[in-house]
């Protein structure tokens, strides 16, 4: 089975706060994503990565950066973290374009006070 | 970027019951995937189904591209389906790009 963890479940962060938050896929993955979800909003993609040290905007790139120096490692930055930036982060892994699935991991609700 | 709508948007059952959810989308699509999210926030890919029927389970899935709409139908359902049900797909331009509909929120009740 596909195994896509994330750093963690929960996080509290202080405005301004530089914040990490990394995930892991174990099924030597192309494709990484990086997604939030809002209620009211459903998820919407904030990066995605189909190489190492590859990287396209998504939808709502604004705020944040991501990094993928290995294969099986996607990590999501927040410069400065904002109230705004407060929600469920969802990360992704799958392989190839055509036929593919997308394998979440279990999700980091962040909190930024 | 393209449009995915899902109805209905909440649905109580009886444990046993069958249902159908339905997504429809608006212009031609690819990589058209179902997921459930379970109450603690998972993700699961219930589906990969661009067109076609394909069955695992209780659970099945159809795609009529031509038309634009997906059904997913849960039959026999139990109290573990209790979920919210998202349709996700990639439009011809952006292939990496998943867009998600809202969710159809599916309480079983026991």
Redesign the interface.
């Known amino acids: 089975d596909v195994k896509v963890t994330q750093s963690s479940r929960y996080l509290v962060k202080r405005t301004g706060e530089k914040v990490f938050l990394e995930c892991v896929q174990d099924m030597d993955h192309e ?1 990484m ?1 990086w997604y939030r979800q809002d209620p ?1 909003l ?4 904030i990066y ?1 990565s ?1 190489d190492v040290k590859m990287k ?1 905007k ?2 709502i790139p604004e705020g944040y950066s991501v990094s993928r120096e290995k294969k099986e490692r996607f990590s999501l930055i927040l410069e400065s973290a904002s109230t705004n930036q407060t929600s ?1 982060y ?1 990360c ?1 892994s799958s392989q190839g ?8 991991g ?2 980091t ?1 962040l909190t930024v006070l | 970027g393209i449009q995915v709508e899902q109805s209905p948007p909440d649905l109580i059952l009886q444990e046993g019951a069958n249902s159908t959810l339905r997504c429809n989308f608006s212009d031609s699509v690819n990589n058209l995937q179902w997921f459930h999210q379970n109450p603690w926030g998972q993700l699961i890919n219930l589906f990969y189904i661009p067109s076609g029927t394909k069955q695992n389970g209780r659970l099945s899935a159809t795609t009529v591209a031509t038309e634009r709409y997906s059904l997913l139908y849960i039959s026999s359902s139990q109290t573990t389906d209790s979920g919210v049900y998202f349709c996700a797909l990639s439009d011809g331009r952006r292939a990496n790009n998943l867009f998600f509909g809202t969710g159809t929120r599916l309480t079983v009740i026991p």
């Open positions: 494709n994503f009211g459903g998820l919407r993609l995605f189909y396209e998504g939808d469920m969802l992704a374009t055509s036929g593919r699935r997308e394998y979440f279990p999700g609700r």
